[in-house]
């Protein structure tokens, strides 16, 4: 094993060793507001050192996830930083993850015009380490400021298709926009692994993003069938088009199935989902936990540094899902049965 893959293998594992238990879980499903959820996690968890400074009875919903947040980018970069130079275009896939979801905040605020409430929240502790100027970004009141902004990203030339006048947000493809951007990145993925990685680190995160992009691609088919009753077209072409366990014509008759049909096709296909029968079916616990026991899985036994960081990151980010899913199941008092069904861990 080379250095940089030990050290980075040795910190994600120890790191994982800090991951919250079931019984923390437990404890914070019990938690009645935000104030008692900031006090447990800075009292008993491996967040303590990021809420180190917080008065719980004064932070809000907000702060505390900014604070989450950043606590996981913090943990991100005690890893990045043992990257070898060589390597970088593969490690800078995780950002540019971060930069599309940033650019699509910003534009379900367009659409909304609801710019007060995002101030507070946009992650300008970033803004040194994003491709476009972030407080520019937190600024663009229109699609060509936006466009301006990632002038000069990979991401110019996916936007400017669906380009609006100031005035007409409303009438904003987000849809589209979101299809086209995920589209593109997990084409500039694949490419970046071939072209980057090689032997087996190369096949292993050949494995993680593909088995990720199918399993993002089921959850989207049950949501169309299930909620949109939509037509095999519209769901195909919001699709990443990658096959990996799931051939193109498996896919072509999962898309031709009606829905209990699907679910059947999804318990007996290759990553055989442990679906229950039920008529509210939360489908996104099952696709998650699968890529969550994979990148677990590789965090302990792979030995090679891109392998483990990208799985770290999958795990680190589950657990920061799971947080802001208690916090938001408390803020619309959820009931704490309900929002544990959501979290996997």
Do not use: W
């Not at 800090?18 to 404890?27: G, M, P, R």
């Not at 491709?131 to 996916?158: C, H, I, P, Q, W």
């Not at 072509?252 to 199935?257: K, V, Y």
Request: with cysteine.
């Amino acid at each position: 094993m080379e250095m940089a893959a030990g050290v980075i293998a040795a910190k994600a594992r120890s790191m994982l060793g800090e991951q919250l238990s079931a019984q923390d879980y437990e404890e914070l499903l019990h938690k009645r507001s935000v104030a008692e959820i900031a006090a447990y996690l800075k009292n008993g968890t491996s967040y303590a050192h990021a809420l180190k400074d917080v008065r719980e009875n004064n932070i809000h919903r907000g702060q505390l996830e900014d604070l989450l947040r950043r606590e996981s980018f913090r943990k991100s970069m005690k890893l990045y930083r043992y990257s070898e130079s060589k390597q970088q275009q593969y490690y800078k896939l995780h950002m540019q993850q971060i930069e599309i979801d940033l650019l699509l905040s910003r534009i379900r605020v367009l659409i909304s015009q609801a710019y007060e409430d995002a101030i507070a929240e946009f992650p300008l502790f970033l803004k040194a380490y994003t491709s476009y100027d972030l407080t520019k970004m937190g600024n663009v009141r229109s699609f060509d400021e936006l466009l301006e902004v990632v002038k000069k990203t990979m991401y110019y030339d996916a936007l400017v298709p669906y380009r609006v006048k100031k005035g007409q947000e409303n009438d904003i493809a987000y849809t589209d926009i979101e299809t086209t951007l995920h589209q593109k990145y997990y084409a500039h993925a694949m490419d970046t692994i071939h072209d980057v990685l090689k032997g087996k680190s190369r096949k292993q995160c050949h494995d993680m993003f593909a088995t990720k992009a199918e399993l993002d691609n089921l959850t989207k088919i049950y949501r169309f069938k299930k909620y949109f009753q939509a037509r095999e077209d519209t769901i195909r072409d919001s699709l990443v088009p990658l096959y990996h366990r799931i051939s193109k014509e498996r896919l072509e008759e999962l898309l031709a199935s009606p829905l209990p049909l699907f679910l059947k096709k999804l318990k007996e296909g290759p990553y055989h989902l442990h679906l229950e029968d039920k008529e509210d079916l939360y489908v996104e616990y099952y696709t998650q936990a699968y890529l969550y026991k994979m990148a677990k899985r590789n965090v302990y036994f792979a030995q090679d540094a891109p392998t483990v960081y990208s799985s770290y990151l999958v795990v680190m980010q589950r657990e920061l899902d799971n947080i802001i899913n208690i916090i938001e199941g408390v803020r619309y008092q959820v009931n704490s049965e309900d929002i544990a069904s959501m979290l996997v861990y």
